[in-house]
């Protein structure tokens, strides 16, 4: 990447030199309305009007709340996320529905995010500015996302529209997960508010196009002192624990299943 004069990356990128990086949000794209049907090519059943006119309308919906992932356990995220699914489930029992490869297999996302009040939007990473389709579904769809993932996701979208939970702690994140679906959080007027407002960002602001063109515009009258180089050498300095594991990812996995319930008991 020493290549380029700025780089735009939702992770931390210590090594470039040379390079303007702005910590930004990857505008990843989002997964609302679109089908992944073995049988059939990938098609969509959202269109623009009809994801900007969806309500959130939590009080009509069958589901009180759900989660859509995979049992890939890999990373460290990955762990953390089966471990506190299993613990909320032992807590709330038949009102949280679990769905996705090793649960219940969807085609997908679309009509299980409608029919849910609350959704758990559980990400593969926690860097500050990163977030992806599993909270942008979750908006576009008027389902309150229950969040686990980007540090900053509140400078980015109106912090009523949703609650933060942290899979590191999992006891205290599903005391907090109860104690809102018991006041039920998403039927507040300021929450159905911030929802609406959320979803009007995340379509006008948020996507690939209109960021890179604000990005653009606030570059086209500044004066970069860069000076990129095409045979950059970039050396990745890794935390302590993956310098000493093998890089298999498989054993990597093993240990984190093992060291978190022992290092994170929250």
């Keep these: 990447m020493g290549q380029f004069g700025v ?5 931390p990128c ?24 073995p049988a059939s090519p990938p098609s969509s059943s959202a269109g623009w009007e009809e994801m900007l006119a969806t309500p959130p309308n939590p009080d009509e919906r069958p589901l009180e709340i759900s989660a859509i992932c995979s049992t890939k356990c890999i990373s460290k995220e990955q762990v953390r996320r089966l471990r506190f699914l299993e613990v909320l489930k032992k807590r709330l029992g038949e009102r949280l529905q679990i769905f996705g490869r090793g649960f219940r297999p969807l085609p997908e996302k679309t009509p299980i995010l409608l029919s849910s009040r609350y959704h758990l939007a559980l990400e593969n990473s926690r860097h500050p500015h990163y977030w992806s389709e ?38 205290h994140s599903a005391d907090v997960i109860e104690r809102c679906l018991d006041q039920n959080v998403a039927s507040l007027p300021d929450a159905l508010t911030a929802m609406t407002e959320n979803k009007q960002r995340l379509l006008f602001r948020y996507n690939i196009f209109a960021q890179c063109s604000a990005l653009v515009a606030s570059l086209a009258d500044q004066k970069l002192a860069i000076s990129p180089s095409k045979h950059t050498r970039i050396s990745y300095s890794k935390p302590l624990l993956q310098q000493l594991l093998p890089s298999t990812r498989r054993l990597r996995a093993f240990c984190w299943r093992f060291a978190l319930p022992i290092l994170e008991r929250g």
């Design 7 to 11: 780089v735009c990356s939702p992770f």
């Design 134 to 171: 599993k909270l942008a579904d979750a908006i576009l769809a008027g389902a309150f996302p229950l969040y686990n993932g980007g540090q900053l996701a509140n400078r980015y979208f109106d912090g009523r529209g949703f609650l933060s939970i942290d899979t590191s702690a999992p006891q």
């Design 14 to 37: 210590k090594s470039l030199r040379g390079s303007k990086v702005i910590p930004v949000q990857p505008a990843l794209p989002w997964f609302y309305g679109l089908s992944f049907d």
